[in-house]
């Protein structure tokens, strides 16, 4: 495999990575705006700036580096280099990257998820102590959107491990 082929492959993973860091980044982004009282004192622009930056920019560069990686990796990191021959070459590669990555997201899901439910029953113990007979949500705002977001990301997770041979062929058919 060539240095370009391997360079915009690695540039379109970057992009996927950036893409989940926008989808990670909305429980943050949007849990603000539910409580007037903050966006009374933290300010609408404010806070619409600190979302645009955390979900809007990482979603930007990760749909650049997604839909033009040899673009990126010819004119941004300047690697030269021709396309490989053959396209199975490139195809097991990516199965195996996009399969790794599979696996990373299906592991970090599973220990925010874990995160998410030991905050919340610690969170309800707590309560259930300092005031006995107290009613109430069972899990915050940002540790049910955390788990959302586990269960989001465990299910793409899978997805990726799982169900890598179908994912290749999308790319291969946005390549070429």
Same mark, same amino acid.
């Given at each position: 495999?060539?240095?370009?082929?391997?360079?915009?492959?690695?540039?379109?993973?970057?992009?996927?990575?950036?893409?989940?860091?926008?989808?990670?980044?909305i429980p943050s982004a949007i849990g603000p705006f539910f409580n007037p009282?903050?966006?009374?004192?933290?300010?609408?622009?404010?806070?619409?700036?600190?979302?645009?930056?955390?979900?809007?920019? *990482?979603?930007?560069?990760?749909?650049?580096?997604?839909? %033009?990686?040899? =673009? $990126?990796?010819?004119?941004? !990191?300047r690697i030269q280099g021709v396309e490989p021959k053959d396209a199975a070459?490139?195809?097991?590669?990516?199965?195996?990257?996009?399969?790794?990555?599979g696996l990373w997201f299906t592991v970090n899901a599973v220990f925010d998820?874990?995160?998410?439910?030991?905050?919340?029953?610690?969170?309800?113990?707590?309560?259930?102590?300092?005031?006995?007979?107290?009613?109430? *949500?069972?899990?915050?705002?940002?540790?049910?959107?955390? %788990?959302?977001? =586990? $269960?989001?990301?465990?299910? !793409?997770?899978?997805?990726?491990?799982?169900?890598?041979?179908?994912?290749?062929?999308?790319?291969?058919?946005?390549?070429?």
């Open positions: 495999m060539e240095h370009k082929a391997l360079a915009a492959l690695m540039v379109r993973l970057v992009g996927l990575w950036e893409l989940v860091v926008a989808v990670n980044g009282q903050y966006v009374e004192k933290a300010g609408l622009w404010l806070l619409t700036g600190v979302a645009l930056f955390s979900v809007a920019l *990482p979603l930007a560069v990760g749909l650049i580096l997604i839909y %033009f990686p040899s =673009a $990126v990796a010819t004119h941004v !990191l070459d490139a195809t097991l590669l990516e199965r195996v990257a996009v399969s790794a990555m998820g874990v995160h998410a439910l030991a905050t919340s029953h610690i969170y309800r113990r707590f309560m259930e102590e300092q005031y006995p007979h107290a009613t109430g *949500p069972a899990m915050g705002p940002g540790e049910f959107a955390g %788990f959302i977001v =586990a $269960v989001l990301q465990l299910a !793409l997770g899978l997805w990726l491990l799982l169900g890598s041979r179908g994912l290749a062929n999308v790319f291969a058919r946005l390549r070429g």
